[in-house]
């Protein structure tokens, strides 16, 4: 299967701890994306990657969290301090171009204890 | 980007046709109007776009009025497998994607 990786599939933490996900985007592409969903709601958008630079931030994106690239490949998603608000499903997708379709992973599940 | 309305929640017969609505009555001229659905514990999933003139896919057709205030996506032969949220977005310019709470589609045998 080439399509969008992302590990673990599931987390469970207890508050306070640090957590970090990583995606896998499908090769070719260049640009890379982090969503968060809860329970009902539609995924929120994060942040974004062209290759290995971060082009913009959700002001979603307090400063517990932090995303990398550093080779423009795979990509992290660190959250520090975490709390009981941070349970969520957190998406990742990739795409080739800004116009294209954006093809999503299967989502890591964190909860919080 | 513009807001985009869209009905809680919807059911269809197995066989049918499934039309979905929304409503995207602020769009601007340059948005695009793009389709997502998520099928329960799985990611969103593309399946269609377009501008201004109707498109069809192997997945679906997109009809938009010749206003663009609305469209409709139409699965013409809903399965079991199509029950799923759907998410109408509309985008210009922009790499993220915004999403509001979609249809939940409830295919039934």
């Known amino acids: 299967d080439t399509g969008v990786s992302q590990d673990p599939r599931h987390k469970i933490t207890k508050r306070g701890q640090n957590v970090t996900f990583r995606c896998d985007p499908i090769s070719e592409h260049n640009r890379l994306y982090w969503y968060r969903q809860t329970l009902g709601q539609g995924p929120e958008f994060l942040t974004y990657?062209?290759?290995?630079?971060?082009?913009?931030k959700s002001r979603l994106l307090s400063d517990r969290f932090s995303a990398e690239r550093p080779k423009g490949s795979f990509s992290t998603l660190e959250i520090q301090r975490t709390e009981q608000g941070d349970s969520a499903m957190y998406l990742c997708?990739?795409?080739?171009?800004?116009?294209?379709?954006?093809?999503f992973g299967p989502g890591t599940r964190l909860t919080v204890l | 980007d513009a807001k985009t309305t869209q009905p809680p929640s919807m059911d269809c017969a197995e066989g049918r046709a499934a039309n979905l609505p929304c409503n995207h009555s602020t769009i601007s001229g340059n948005e695009y109007v793009y389709w997502y659905r998520q099928i329960h514990s799985q990611g969103p999933q593309y399946i269609i776009h377009g501008l201004k003139n109707n498109e069809t896919n192997e997945m679906a057709s997109l009809i938009i009025t010749e206003d663009r205030k609305s469209s409709t996506l139409i699965l013409p032969h809903a399965t079991l497998r199509d029950t799923a949220v759907y998410y109408c977005?509309?985008?210009?310019?922009?790499?993220?994607?915004?999403f509001g709470t979609g249809t939940r589609l409830q295919v039934f045998p």
């Open positions: 990657f062209q290759n290995e630079a971060q082009l913009e």
């Open positions: 997708a990739s795409s080739l171009a800004r116009a294209n379709e954006q093809f």
């Open positions: 977005i509309v985008r210009y310019n922009t790499d993220k994607l915004i």
